[in-house]
């Protein structure tokens, strides 16, 4: 007598399903693992190619033309912020209806103001702040735009600034705070000669 089990069908179709979702469990963890060993390479080959540059970076800087190094060759000087006489007042014209601060600044001292970032507050009758927001009134280079470019020793200038929020006080009724946030002077180095 030949006694042979037959599977069922619904034993077939279990089996078969999850046979497939075994090799694809397999074949999703093989495609993961080697998307991750190529990352892992592209990643280490991006740190080598960053920490290159780190250690060249004195000799890019020494290689870049006058206008761009001389822009790099700056310091942060807190301790010069007496020699930076800073003022803002608020003025209206027939075209606005709401007034507009106009910043005066004086570099008193010998150096180049390379960067000078203030921060403005306008203030009502009643001591109440309305408006406050930071400008830069010395940028490196000149440009157009809000790029005013540097002071040189002893100038003066007269920003007119746009306010980033509606001052629909009168210009009588408000007074200007300013506080200097940033100053950075333009530090000489030694004469390099150039070919």
């Not at 001591?127 to 020793?153: H, I």
């Not at 600034?161 to 200007?176: E, I």
Request: proline share 8%; hydrophobic share 45%; glycine share 8%.
């Amino acid at each position: 007598m030949n006694t042979t089990n037959r599977m069922s069908p619904l034993t077939a179709l279990f089996f078969g399903i999850f046979g497939i979702g075994a090799v694809a469990i397999a074949g999703g963890t093989a495609v993961l693992l080697r998307g991750l060993s190529i990352v892992d390479g592209q990643v280490s080959n991006i740190l080598e190619l960053a920490e290159g540059t780190v250690e060249g970076l004195p000799a890019i800087l020494e290689g870049l033309p006058p206008a761009i190094g001389d822009v790099l060759s700056d310091r942060r000087a807190p301790d010069y912020t007496p020699q930076i006489d800073v003022a803002v007042r608020f003025v209206t014209d027939e075209r606005r209806a709401a007034p507009r601060p106009a910043v005066t600044v004086k570099n008193n001292g010998g150096d180049i103001v390379t960067l000078l970032a203030i921060h403005v507050t306008a203030v009502n009758s009643d001591q109440s702040p309305v408006a406050e927001w930071t400008e830069v009134v010395a940028t490196p280079l000149a440009l157009e735009g809000n790029w005013r470019g540097p002071m040189l020793p002893h100038a003066e200038r007269v920003v007119l600034l746009s306010p980033r929020y509606d001052l629909s006080a009168p210009a009588a009724g408000l007074v200007g705070r300013v506080e200097i946030s940033d100053v950075r002077i333009w530090v000489a180095k030694e004469p390099v000669d150039r070919p």
